[in-house]
């Protein structure tokens, strides 16, 4: 998802019973659903655990905002570009959210972004493909905004408070984004048959790719369980993923195009959708870096905040000029 | 050069509520984060009224000291309406 | 100039510096200016699509909006040079907007009295955003004047390569008291007072009145132009007809 496989820092998940003290007392609270609080006490490894997963979610949503910004200028209509520039710009303030949210956990935000541009923190996977046509913008808004939905309604309920209020904002702001893709796709695949190709080649693009974006089966990944205990990963990927595949296709349907996947079946018994093998070498290269835009994106964000260092010295500057000054 | 400061929010919505804390931002000086919360927090109409604190400026109270602080109120019942029985006839009360 | 040119110049500025603000969208120096950058180019564009929707109904000739944001030739575009000016760094991209802010809301404010109702109304509502966008943009011309030794020499910079194309907004034009109820030339003294005082309290020269560019408002731009223009409209002119 936005946070792809979270590392905790865990070798292995330890039941209440092998707890002690202050550990032990964590943990009750949390099995009770009591919200864990910045000034609380947490143990190192869930501290050190969410300001992995918040700053990953933060900045997807700002690296999110490249592929998508990439078409605002180009927007066939002033109503698309004024929705679409609307959009891109709640991105960069569910970025802010987050990263106020890592914060509290005794980071600074230029640490953060220190290491995005280092290549030392990750970003979702799904930001490395490209939007080649302004279907993409449908196809993103419908898939990558409807997997994001899907994944982040749980998270307001998560155990750690800021996290979980950031979220409560995020997904509020948000339920207009899935609609504004799903509205361009619908207008595309109604259209001319330059636009129904259109729409369907971006459907083929980035199909897989948002299916990819829950992550990988858990399977035994102590990760996930431990993650699971401290209640900041409520479902399994592949639940998450399965809600999504089984919301998709019959909107795909509904407006006449075709998912990509020859094995695309509804299966009576389980009373879900069975799909094809995911291609999961390619999502662990596009992990490592060796998508189709890993070094665009990271070098357009390493770009602005290097041309911006000199504003951000000067209204330093400006500020200390000034401190004490009454306004 | 060093980090801009982190500000914390509070809006005042149409509603008549008082101003509620909805988040933080990074500023270099206050007219800024005024500025930068309005375009942040108030996209949607959330408000009518920014105030803007240097997160640094705020006094907590610490987790430490919950109970010290907040059970003794526990105990005081009879500080809530519901604490009395009314008996039956008595309206607008 | 007719009114309707005169319309479609008012909805060309907003139109244009709205498109060139939205490119900025995810490169700003700090996310929060991202932010704030991509609801002034909201506001314009959405300022654009009043005046546009305006200009067609006056026409009278069944042009929307979107014909005439994206089916006009750069001829027939009527907005003042100054707004099609790149980008640049972020300081060009600020004094750009201060010079601009200074004049649209003071001429904003003068199309409120507009005998017209239908121009007064949209300038009531596009002056108030306006408003905001000048304590914002001179919020910046400030801190960088008054910043470091390198970014009041960018912003002073910056200030002196714009000058020549604000002329243009004060070109005198016969029709335009009449036509929209507010004449360019009044509004000059309140943009002078206000870029004087700005640049005072940034510690920037007023660049002295030289030679002044204009053309845009007869349809005559600058180099900028054609590009901007080609990446606007390429998609709705690639498939006449098309709705997206």
Aim: glycine share 8%.
């Amino acid at each position: 998802m936005y946070a792809q496989m979270v590392d905790t820092g865990v070798q292995r998940v330890l039941d209440a019973a092998e707890l002690e003290g202050d550990e032990r007392r964590f943990q009750d609270r949390i099995d009770a659903g009591i919200r864990v609080e910045p000034e609380d006490w947490m143990p190192e490894s869930y501290r050190r655990t969410l300001v992995r997963q918040i700053s990953q979610h933060a900045h997807s949503e700002v690296v999110g905002m490249l592929p998508e910004g990439n078409w605002i200028t180009r927007a066939p209509s002033l109503l698309r570009k004024a929705t679409l520039l609307a959009k891109v710009q709640d991105e960069g303030g569910h970025g802010l959210y987050l990263y106020a949210a890592a914060e509290t956990l005794g980071v600074s935000r230029d640490d953060l972004i220190d290491a995005l541009h280092a290549g030392k923190a990750k970003y979702s996977s799904i930001f490395n493909y490209p939007t080649l046509t302004w279907a993409d913008i449908g196809a993103i808004g419908w898939l990558v905004d409807g997997a994001a939905i899907i994944n982040q309604i749980p998270l307001c309920r998560c155990s750690y408070g800021p996290y979980g209020r950031a979220m409560v904002r995020v997904c509020k702001e948000e339920s207009f984004h899935q609609r504004q893709g799903y509205d361009i796709m619908t207008r595309l695949a109604q259209g001319s048959e330059a636009q129904r190709r259109m729409a369907q080649d971006a459907l083929n693009r980035w199909w897989w790719p948002a299916v990819m974006m829950f992550g990988p089966p858990d399977g035994e990944s102590v990760h996930s369980a431990q993650s699971a205990a401290w209640r900041i990963k409520l479902h399994s990927n592949d639940d998450l993923r399965q809600r999504f595949i089984d919301q998709t296709v019959p909107q795909a349907e509904l407006i006449g195009l075709t998912i990509p996947d020859a094995d695309l079946r509804w299966n009576e018994e389980r009373g879900h959708y069975d799909i094809g093998p995911i291609d999961w070498e390619e999502f662990y290269s596009v992990v490592r870096g060796d998508g189709p835009c890993n070094r665009e994106r990271l070098a357009a964000r390493k770009s602005a905040w290097d041309r911006g260092a000199w504003v951000r010295d000067a209204a330093a500057a400006h500020a200390a000029k000034h401190a004490g000054e009454q306004k | 050069m060093k980090e801009w400061p982190l500000w914390e929010v509070f809006i005042r919505s149409s509603h008549g509520l008082a101003h509620k804390h909805v988040g933080s931002l990074r500023a270099a000086d206050a007219e800024m984060a005024i500025g930068n919360a309005r375009d942040v927090y108030t996209r949607r109409n959330e408000g009518v009224s920014i105030w803007v604190v240097r997160a640094a400026d705020i006094a907590a109270s610490s987790p430490g000291d919950k109970e010290p602080l907040f059970d003794p109120a526990r105990s005081k019942v009879y500080r809530h309406p519901t604490f009395f029985e009314l008996i039956d006839g008595v309206k607008h009360m | 100039m007719s009114l309707f040119d005169h319309v479609l110049s008012l909805g060309d500025n907003a139109l244009i510096l709205g498109q060139q603000l939205s490119a900025l969208t995810g490169h700003g120096p700090v996310l929060e200016e991202d932010i704030a950058t991509a609801n002034i180019a909201l506001d314009l564009v959405g300022e654009a699509r009043l005046w546009l929707s305006l200009a067609g109904e006056i026409e009278g000739a069944g042009r929307s909006e979107d014909d005439l944001a994206f089916l006009r030739d750069e001829i027939d575009f009527r907005n003042v040079l100054l707004v099609e000016q790149p980008n640049g760094d972020f300081a060009d991209t600020m004094a750009r907007q201060f010079l601009f802010d200074a004049w649209h809301e003071a001429l904003l404010a003068a199309l409120c009295a507009s005998a017209d109702p239908r121009i007064a109304g949209i300038a009531g509502k596009c002056r108030k955003e306006a408003l905001y966008h000048l304590s914002h943009s001179a919020g910046w011309v400030i801190r960088l004047g008054d910043g470091t030794a390198f970014s009041h020499d960018r912003m002073q910079q910056a200030v002196r390569n714009l000058w020549p194309y604000t002329g243009e907004l004060f070109e005198a034009d016969a029709g335009g008291t009449a036509l929209i109820g507010a004449n360019a030339g009044d509004i000059r003294p309140l943009w002078r007072q206000r870029v004087a005082d700005t640049l005072a309290r940034a510690a920037l020269e007023v660049p002295a009145d030289r030679w002044m560019q204009g053309g845009g408002r007869r349809g005559i731009h600058s180099e900028h132009m054609g590009r901007l223009l080609a990446e606007m409209q390429h998609i709705p002119r690639s498939h006449p007809g098309a709705r997206w």
